[in-house]
């Protein structure tokens, strides 16, 4: 199985800040990686897939960036509606795997 | 726009089975693959299989096998009624570990196999 490492856990922040979380795969899987963000009570949302293309109708304020085992997901200026979990997700084997999440709080 | 409905019981008793629905509505099942993930209440998520419209499928083995008739089978069965635009979810033998809230995900290739659309999930809670 490929073992998918997020970093941090959880972090604290503020709006307009620039945000950064990392993901970290056990094996390369090339740019198999995407990103989702869940509010609490909802399902995940699509907002990057194959590393760094950002899916339709989400704002330019996310970028990703990576490839082989390391990657990135950033806000570049947090909003109020970004306070969220993060996962990151690999799509490169048959079984996907999904980081343990971010939480992005309100510092 | 394409979306996504998880119904089924929303309790089940320990060692019995799970069976959920996801209703498709908005587009074909036709050349996606069709996903369930699991959610425990606050904890991560868990991919716990797929079926492609053709009906091949792949299962997450670490949810475990049971023996019959002298072979393992996985717990997990999924199956897709492309008359219906539905896929099915049988989960057997279930222990509370099994509680969460389960979505079905639509993966397609145009996204690299992300999971593009989500059902809106439904809690199972396994008690007796």
């Known amino acids: 199985d490929i073992q998918m490492t997020q970093s941090p856990s959880s972090l604290s922040a503020s709006i307009g800040d620039r945000v950064t979380i990392t993901c970290r795969a056990s094996?390369?899987?090339?740019?198999?990686l995407n990103w989702y963000q869940q509010r609490p009570g909802k399902a995940p949302n699509l907002l990057i897939y194959d590393a760094s293309t950002l899916q339709s109708g989400v704002p330019s304020r996310f970028s990703g960036s990576g490839s082989g085992t390391d990657f990135t997901l950033t806000i570049s200026s947090l909003q109020p509606e970004d306070f969220a979990t993060y996962y990151c997700?690999?799509?490169?084997?048959?079984?996907?795997?999904f980081g343990q999440g971010t939480k992005v709080e309100v510092k | 726009q394409v979306q996504l409905q998880e119904s089924g019981p929303g309790l089940v008793k320990p060692s019995e089975t799970l069976s959920l629905i996801c209703t498709v509505s908005?587009?074909?099942?036709?050349?996606?693959?069709w996903h369930w993930i699991r959610q425990p209440p606050g904890k991560g998520l868990e991919w716990i299989g797929h079926?492609?419209?053709?009906?091949?499928?792949?299962?997450?083995?670490?949810?475990?096998?049971?023996i019959y008739n002298t072979s393992l089978k996985s717990r997990v069965t999924i199956s897709a009624d492309s008359s219906k635009s539905q896929i099915s979810l049988k989960l057997t033998s279930v222990t509370a570990a099994d509680t969460a809230v389960y979505y079905c995900a639509r993966g397609g290739p145009l996204v690299k196999g992300a999971f593009d659309f989500w059902g809106q999930g439904t809690l199972v809670t396994v008690s007796s």
């Open positions: 908005g587009g074909s099942i036709s050349s996606y693959y």
């Open positions: 079926i492609y419209y053709s009906g091949d499928t792949h299962y997450n083995p670490s949810l475990g096998s049971t």
């Open positions: 094996h390369s899987i090339s740019t198999f």
């Open positions: 997700h690999q799509s490169y084997s048959t079984r996907g795997t």
